[in-house]
């Protein structure tokens, strides 16, 4: 069975610190992977994406996600986070031939000043 | 961003009664995806639709059902709605090779 699982519910960071937040997958299949965000009363809005090849992609807003095909995670970083990254994220994961996603349970990130 | 838009934007409703969500695009993406989001469960996948008139269950259908007779419009309809649907419900369209989904700004749909 697939499953996405966002290990933190929710991350507390300081403006300026950095900031990583896990997923990790279970797929029997080459999956694709996604990282959205969703600020409060909004709809989610796509980060960045890694289909294959370069591991390490980069996405919007000074996001970057690194796909460890070893380890089935596909964590988010940002080296200095801004008042305006308190949200909610979502991971999502599919499999290649499947027009379907599966979401992680979201941590909500909180910054603090 | 795809042209999605969802209505209505927030519902109240009571229990036993009828409930119609509909999700507009103007992308003519082939993909239209109906979720719910609840706090500690993310997005499930209700229903979606590869194309006029082609629907599929997702993992929580039981008790709605979905129409998609035209390419720009899917619609959600609660048959008898129940206090444990009440959500927020987005729509997602897809164009289909490049696995993106975009989505509507939600509705929330409350069941009292």
């Known amino acids: 069975a697939q499953s996405v699982t966002q290990p933190d519910i929710h991350i507390t960071v300081s403006e300026g610190a950095s900031l990583e937040l896990r997923c990790n997958y279970s797929y029997g299949a080459t999956p694709y992977l996604f990282w959205y965000v969703q600020s409060p009363g909004q709809g989610l809005q796509l980060l960045l994406k890694?289909?294959?090849?370069?591991?390490l992609v980069q996405g919007i807003k000074g996001f970057e996600a690194e796909f460890k095909r070893s380890q089935s995670s596909f964590n988010l970083r940002k080296p200095s986070v801004h008042w305006s990254d308190a949200a909610e994220y979502f991971c999502?994961?599919?499999?290649?031939?499947?027009?379907?996603?599966?979401f992680g349970a979201g941590t909500t990130v909180t910054v603090r000043a | 961003d795809a042209g999605i838009t969802q209505s209505p934007r927030h519902k109240v409703t009571e229990t036993g009664t009828p409930v119609t969500l509909r999700c507009h695009q103007t992308?003519?993406?082939?993909?239209m995806y109906w979720y719910r989001q609840d706090p500690g469960h993310g997005l499930r996948l209700i229903h979606y639709?590869?194309?006029?008139?082609?629907?599929d269950k997702g993992e929580v259908s039981d008790g709605y059902s979905v129409s998609r007779s035209k390419t720009e419009d899917f619609l959600l309809t609660l048959e008898s709605a129940t206090s444990s649907q009440t959500s927020v419900y987005f729509c997602a369209t897809q164009q289909g090779q490049s696995y993106e989904q975009y989505f509507g700004p939600g509705t929330r749909l409350t069941v009292t």
């Open positions: 992308e003519n993406h082939r993909y």
């Open positions: 999502a994961v599919g499999a290649f031939g499947d027009y379907k996603l599966s």
């Open positions: 890694y289909f294959s090849g370069d591991t």
């Open positions: 639709s590869y194309g006029v008139k082609d629907t």
